[in-house]
């Protein structure tokens, strides 16, 4: 999906950041180790994005792991992908890249149901934290070099009494180290990527 990569700059950031704490009751709400994030300069007034990685490094011709975690402020939420009513701008997720790393593997979390009166059907949306995962794989020449990367995190937050924003494309842009096959790399962010190893393999 073609996402117009825009808005707000950003920074790469490998140094402890102060994160969204935790909710009790959210399945997924764990804390990432702050390390080798893509983060936005400027936080949204609606969401707050973040990019984490399982690894220090990316390796040539091998799929590393990232979450685009986004917290959500209270009375808003954003539109899921899928999305539920054909008018809606669901959240999506693009990336951009300077060696040619591809993009694969995506998988969204499931919205939940709100329904809004007169529409037939209800609207999927995400609230409070959405995390979706997915690869990104460096050419197999790449080892030994340095990737330039941009995320392109689209979205469409709207309040509880029905005012909507206009959609918005966060870009989060940094470089991460290319491995040479059969380097070993550091993992990161375990807790993050436990629950999901199977879905994003």
């Given at each position: 999906m073609a996402l117009t990569f825009r808005t707000r700059p950003a920074i790469a950031v490998a140094a402890a950041l102060t994160f969204f704490a935790a909710r009790p009751g959210d399945t997924e709400a764990v804390e990432p180790e702050p390390l080798v994030v893509f983060a936005t300069a400027q936080t949204g007034e609606t969401v707050k994005v973040r990019v984490y990685f399982e690894a220090d490094r990316l390796v040539a011709g091998s799929p590393t792991k990232f979450a685009v975690v986004l917290d959500i402020a209270?009375?808003?939420?954003?539109?899921?992908?899928?999305?539920?009513?054909?008018?809606q701008e669901e959240t999506a997720?693009?990336?951009?890249?300077?060696?040619?790393?591809?993009?694969?593997?995506?998988?969204?979390?499931?919205?939940?149901?709100?329904?809004?009166?007169?529409?037939d059907v209800p609207l999927?949306?995400?609230?409070r934290r959405a995390i979706v995962y997915g690869t990104i794989t460096p050419p197999e020449n790449s080892g030994g070099q340095t990737e330039s990367i941009a995320f392109g995190v689209r979205y469409q937050s709207c309040s509880e009494d029905g005012r909507c924003l206009a959609p918005l494309v966060e870009k989060l842009t940094g470089r991460l180290a290319v491995a040479r096959a059969g380097e070993t790399v550091t993992p990161l962010n375990a807790a993050l990527f436990r629950t999901v190893a199977a879905k994003v393999d």
């Open positions: 209270p009375d808003w939420h954003i539109n899921a992908n899928p999305k539920g009513a054909e008018f997720v693009a990336v951009k890249s300077k060696l040619g790393t591809k993009l694969s593997a995506v998988r969204y979390p499931p919205g939940t149901d709100l329904t809004i009166e007169g529409l999927k949306v995400y609230d």
